[in-house]
């Protein structure tokens, strides 16, 4: 596709991100939570990074089951500071078990859904950039969201994180005005 978003370059694997998935409206909670977690890893690294090892950290994640990993304690921590398929960061490994406890202190999956999704009335924020130098890295609505997650127990959530989760998950849409893969959807 000529004219997609510049970030993705060339490698196969992130084009195919960018054209199926990113941007997409994502409405499943417990596919939002996981891509927040993901996002979290991703902080410091590239994305193209953390994608490369999506499979790797489904496996090692339990499927991204919140009721599973937030009964997880040192052993498990353990098991995947040691795993080297998946990004082995004590901080974010933690954070990943404090963030399944949280989601289900809120409620779950449609009640994550539900509270991720008020911030944008319900469907997604279309913005109009031509250039990849007019998308910001942070918004004051991320900033918000980001500190109502904190809130709540979230960890490695700050308002870079959310609003690339927010891009990536649909929230927003920031796919440039002449890229083939921009929806305009809800």
């Known amino acids: 596709m000529d004219g997609r978003?510049?970030?993705?370059g060339t490698d196969p694997l992130y084009v195919a991100y960018h054209?199926?998935?990113w941007g997409v409206p994502e409405r499943d909670g417990r596919a939002l939570w996981e891509k927040l977690?993901?996002?979290?890893f991703q902080a410091g690294l590239s994305w193209i990074t953390v994608l490369r090892k999506r499979?790797?950290?489904r496996e090692a994640f339990a499927g991204f089951d919140p009721a599973v990993i937030a009964t997880w304690g040192e052993p498990?921590?353990?098991?995947?500071?040691?795993?080297?398929?998946?990004?082995?960061?004590?901080?974010?490994?933690?954070?990943?078990?404090?963030?399944?406890?949280?989601?289900?202190?809120?409620?779950?999956?449609?009640?994550?859904?539900?509270?991720?999704?008020?911030?944008?009335?319900?469907?997604?924020?279309?913005?109009?950039f031509t250039r990849l130098d007019e998308v910001p890295a942070a918004t004051p609505l991320s900033q918000q969201l980001s500190r109502d997650l904190r809130r709540a127990g979230f960890r490695f959530v700050g308002p870079t994180i959310v609003y690339a989760w927010m891009q990536a998950c649909g929230l927003v849409n920031d796919h440039l005005v002449g890229c083939p893969a921009r929806r305009v959807t809800s």
Request: proline letters at 3%; charged letters at 20%.
């Open 76 to 128: 498990e921590v353990a098991r995947l500071l040691a795993n080297p398929g998946i990004i082995r960061h004590r901080g974010k490994i933690e954070a990943t078990i404090g963030n399944a406890r949280a989601f289900l202190a809120l409620g779950g999956a449609e009640a994550f859904s539900d509270m991720v999704w008020s911030y944008v009335g319900g469907a997604p924020l279309v913005n109009t």
């Open 55 to 57: 499979d790797a950290f």
């Open 5 to 8: 978003c510049g970030w993705c």
């Open 37 to 40: 977690v993901l996002d979290g």
């Open 19 to 21: 054209d199926e998935e």
